[in-house]
C-alpha cells in the first residue's frame, strides 16, 4: 500500500478563494482524521470519521471549514473562503480503528495570501 | 487541561540513551499510552505503544510504572537522524501535545 495520499502537497491561493483538500486513507482502514498544524498551536485535531461518518468535528475552527467523506476511499477538507491565518499544515491520517496506530499522509502546506 | 506533560525540548550526544519522561495523572483505565516521532516537513510516525510494565521494539522501550500515572520512552544509542519531536499521547482519538523536542549532537 502506497500509504495516505494526500494532494496538493503545495497549495497558495488567495484570501477568499476556496481551498480544497484532498485525501486517500489506507484501504482496509476504518478511521480517519484531519489535523492542522502550525508553530503556535501545534497539531491540532479538526475532525475524525469512522466508517465515513463524522464522528467527532468539535476541533474545526469556524464555519468556513467543512469535512466529507463519501465513501471509505477518499474524504476532503474545504475551506470557503480561505484567510490569511489558515495557512498551516494540514494532515490526514487513518488508522484500522479510532484507537490503533494511526499512519499520516506527507501532508499540505497551505499559504493564504 | 492538558492529559499529557513532557519536557519541551532535551538534548543528547549521539551514541547516548536518551530517556523521555510523559506524565499523565489523569489516565484512564482504558487509556493506552502512544508515541510518535515527527521529523521536519513529514507527518507523525508512530514508535511504540504500551498499557502497563514494559514494551520493547526494534526502535524504542517503553517503561510504565503500576500506577500508570506516567511514562518513559527511551531511545537506546541515539543518532543524529534520531532529532526530531517525540509526542506522548493517551487520549482516543488521537490529540497531540507540544511534545517534546529531542536534539542529537554529534
Known amino acids: ?13 488567495e484570501m477568499g478563494q476556496e481551498v480544497t483538500l484532498r485525501c486517500k486513507p ?3 482502514h476504518n478511521s480517519l482524521f484531519w489535523y492542522r498544524q502550525t508553530m503556535m498551536r501545534g497539531l491540532e485535531l479538526l475532525i475524525y470519521f469512522n466508517n465515513n461518518v463524522p464522528i467527532d468535528d468539535s476541533g474545526m475552527p469556524e464555519d468556513r471549514f467543512s469535512a466529507k467523506m463519501p465513501n471509505a476511499s477518499f474524504s476532503t477538507l474545504k475551506i470557503q473562503p480561505s484567510e490569511p491565518r489558515d495557512s498551516a ?15 499520516f499522509g506527507q501532508g499540505t502546506r497551505l499559504t493564504v495570501v | ?9 532535551m538534548d ?3 551514541g547516548q540513551e536518551v530517556n523521555i519522561t510523559c506524565s499523565h495523572n489523569n489516565i484512564a483505565t482504558n487509556d493506552y499510552i502512544t508515541w510518535y516521532q515527527q521529523f521536519p516537513s513529514q507527518g507523525p510516525r508512530f514508535i511504540i505503544q504500551g498499557y502497563k510494565t514494559k514494551v520493547t521494539n ?3 522501550s517503553l ?5 500508570r500515572k506516567s511514562s518513559t520512552l527511551s531511545l537506546p544509542r541515539v543518532s543524529l537522524s534520531d532529532t526530531a519531536v517525540y509526542y506522548c499521547l493517551v487520549e482516543t482519538p488521537l490529540v497531540f501535545g507540544k511534545g517534546t523536542r529531542l536534539s542529537v549532537i554529534a
Open chain 2, 63 to 67: 517503561f510504565i510504572p503500576a500506577d
Open chain 1, 26 to 28: 489506507i484501504s482496509g
Open chain 2, 58 to 60: 526494534e526502535v524504542a
Open chain 1, 1 to 13: 500500500d502506497a500509504g495516505v495520499i494526500q494532494s496538493p502537497r503545495h497549495e497558495v491561493t
Open chain 1, 89 to 103: 499544515v494540514y494532515f490526514c491520517a487513518s488508522s484500522l480503528t479510532e484507537n490503533t496506530e494511526a499512519f
Open chain 2, 1 to 9: 487541561l492538558a492529559k499529557t506533560t513532557q519536557p519541551i525540548s
Open chain 2, 12 to 14: 543528547s550526544y549521539e
